[in-house]
């Protein structure tokens, strides 16, 4: 099985900082992408930014030119670097992976069991 530990959510001012790492651990044969979704209370959960094997990136359109996501393959670890944040970014940020577990045949998604991120005065 895969685990996924997601860290770095906290308290911060509008417009400040902060950067979440995700990071997946087990039985890991190969990580095809790695993402980060959001959920803010009484909201639908949505997909913040996510990257591929081959580096290539996608972002919501909300977030584009203020987040990036970076991923580390030698250590299974997935970033997510968010700036200028907004109040009504407050949510639990989820990491997400599909991976190819060791002697299984086909890809599995995984998730963290999440983050808070507030952004508030």
């Known amino acids: 099985q895969v685990q996924l530990v997601e860290s770095g959510g906290g308290l911060v001012q509008p417009g400040g900082s902060l950067r979440l790492s995700c990071t997946a651990s087990?039985?890991?044969?190969?990580?095809?992408?790695m993402g980060w979704y959001r959920q803010a209370p009484g909201m639908e959960r949505e997909l913040v930014a996510a990257i591929i094997s081959g580096g290539s990136t996608y972002y919501a359109d909300s977030v584009k030119g203020r987040f990036t996501i970076s991923r580390d393959n030698a250590k299974n670890t997935a970033y997510l670097q968010m700036n200028g944040l907004k109040p009504e970014e407050t949510a639990v940020y989820y990491c997400?992976?599909?991976?190819?577990?060791?002697?299984?045949?086909?890809?599995?998604?995984?998730w963290g069991e999440g983050t808070l991120v507030t952004v508030s005065s």
């Open positions: 087990g039985s890991i044969f190969r990580i095809n992408a």
């Open positions: 997400n992976a599909n991976v190819v577990t060791i002697g299984m045949p086909s890809d599995m998604t995984y």
